[in-house]
């Protein structure tokens, strides 16, 4: 199994913050995407990175895929408490084409 | 709201019993996949299925099967049950034919809890 790991695994932060979470595996990906998930949720799609070195923004969001795309950052621009969430990458598993392999999560806290 | 549904939302059983868990998939979707995530971990990759076949399938014992249905709803069995089972299966709808990953809509969940 391709590992995926996500850092930090918990973050904590005030309204108007920066932050930046990371994803880091030893495998090559053909394509990552990053999911956010809510308590009693399932995880719903943010973005989905196939180029490497590719740059994507959502709002106040900024993806990036690795130019060896190995690893990937989100960062977060002032952020706010409807950013809270589990943040979870997710990349090909064994390159399948079809089957996701998830990171752990970056458990994320904005207070206001 | 994806437009996924799981049934039943939260269940408990005892070690040794089985358990059926549903899932219906988004309009226009031809394909389901499983995934089981333990408290305080990532979805791991149970299976999927497409065509009412099982097209890949994870780390996961044969006691861990499934259905897919004519109208591509889906079910998920486990027999014998071990307490390490506890977790939110998730069943997330997709439509193949795109190209790689494709997006996967997420169902809420079915918490099983095995005491």
């Known amino acids: 199994t391709q590992l995926l790991e996500q850092s930090p695994q918990f973050l904590s932060i005030q309204e108007g913050e920066n932050l930046t979470v990371y994803c880091n595996s030893s495998s090559v990906f053909s394509s990552l995407q990053w999911y956010r998930q809510e308590p009693g949720e399932g995880p719903v799609l943010l973005v989905t990175?196939?180029?490497?070195?590719e740059v994507k923004k959502l709002k106040r969001l900024t993806f990036q895929f690795g130019d060896a795309r190995k690893d990937s950052s989100l960062h977060i621009t002032a952020a706010q408490p409807g950013d809270t969430g589990l943040y979870l990458c997710?990349?090909?598993?064994?390159?399948?084409?079809?089957?996701?392999?998830f990171g752990k999560g970056t458990s994320l806290l904005v207070t206001p | 709201e994806t437009g996924v549904t799981q049934s039943p939302t939260h269940l408990i059983k005892t070690r040794g019993q089985q358990v059926t868990l549903r899932c219906s998939s988004q309009?226009?979707?031809?394909?389901v996949s499983w995934y089981q995530q333990a408290l305080g971990q990532g979805p791991q990759f149970i299976f999927q299925?497409?065509?009412?076949?099982?097209?890949g399938r994870g780390n996961f014992p044969p006691r861990f099967s499934g259905l897919q249905f004519p109208n591509y709803s889906s079910e998920l069995n486990v027999n014998a049950l071990e307490l390490d089972d506890s977790a939110l299966y998730l069943c997330?709808?997709?439509?193949?034919?795109?190209?790689?990953?494709?997006?996967?809509?997420f169902g809420e969940g079915s918490r099983l809890t095995v005491l």
């Open positions: 299925y497409y065509r009412e076949e099982e097209n």
């Open positions: 997710a990349g090909d598993y064994a390159n399948s084409g079809y089957a996701l392999n």
């Open positions: 309009s226009g979707h031809n394909t």
């Open positions: 997330a709808s997709s439509l193949r034919g795109q190209g790689g990953l494709g997006e996967l809509f």
């Open positions: 990175v196939v180029t490497g070195g």
